[in-house]
């Protein structure tokens, strides 16, 4: 039976830690920062955990 390659889109966003939980990093800090509030910037430096209801297809994706 053939490998399950991982989408390789989805292995440069997600992050999986040691227990298994998904991180992601948020969406909209790329460029245009100077209008943005320095609490949203620091908001963009911390990653968020991928919710439950989207944890099944990602695994998929990833391969896992």
Do not use: C, D, Y
Request: glycine share 6%.
């Amino acid at each position: 039976m053939q490998k399950i390659k991982p989408k390789k889109a989805v292995v440069k966003r997600v992050k999986v830690t040691a227990r298994g939980k998904m991180l992601r990093w948020r969406v909209g800090s790329g460029h245009l920062k100077s209008r943005k509030s320095p609490k949203r910037l620091r908001r963009f430096r911390k990653s968020v955990a991928i919710p439950k209801s989207f944890e099944r297809q990602t695994r998929q994706l990833l391969g896992i």
